[in-house]
């Protein structure tokens, strides 16, 4: 019993004396220091014309808030380009008369990310994220609107974390 306690006391010092260091940002950006951000073409059969500028500025808004990167307008270390390929608004659930219940509005963005100096980083990928509302509300532009305000931080921060996320 006594081997046990010196062997439980000799662990816990053991652990203590050493020096641990974490880092909280979760993100490599590398030797990186500049970032550039094109303008995202909508290129979505059903166009909600200001889409493009919304996902341009909350990309930009995502790497200034959660990176040491400065936004240049060329020869950036790295560059993120898309285009809207989808903004889809379809019924998820129907009522027995056959009305939609729940409306699904879906945004899709195809977004190239180019790492000038790791090419092995970079990625050509589709992005998706969707929201729901009542049936027939999205007709309303403010839910139309407030359900774009909840998809775009979904979809930047997939951007985002796919390009710069060390798991």
Do not use: H
């Not at 590398?30 to 200001?50: H, I, M, S, W």
């Not at 500025?57 to 060329?74: E, F, H, M, P, T």
């Not at 609107?145 to 390009?163: C, Q």
Request: hydrophobic residues 40%; proline residues 2%; contains cysteine.
């Amino acid at each position: 019993m006594k081997q046990i306690i010196i062997f439980i006391f000799w662990a816990i010092v053991s652990c203590s004396c050493g020096s641990v260091t974490f880092n909280m940002s979760g993100a490599a950006f590398g030797n990186a220091k500049t970032c550039q951000v094109v303008y995202f073409e909508n290129r979505a059969d059903l166009v909600n014309p200001r889409l493009s500028a919304l996902m341009t500025d909350a990309l930009k808004d995502k790497i200034q808030s959660s990176s040491s990167l400065r936004l240049v307008n060329s020869n950036a270390d790295v560059l993120f380009e898309g285009e809207i390929t989808g903004y889809n608004v379809q019924p998820q659930q129907l009522t027995a008369s056959g009305a939609a219940a729940k409306d699904r509005l879906t945004i899709t963005a195809k977004v190239k990310f180019t790492n000038e100096l790791d090419s092995e980083k970079s990625y050509d990928k589709s992005f998706s994220r969707f929201q729901e509302c009542d049936g027939g509300e999205l007709v309303n532009s403010s839910v139309e609107s407030r359900l774009v305000d909840l998809i775009l931080p979904e979809l930047m921060e997939d951007i985002y974390n796919e390009a710069f996320a060390s798991w």
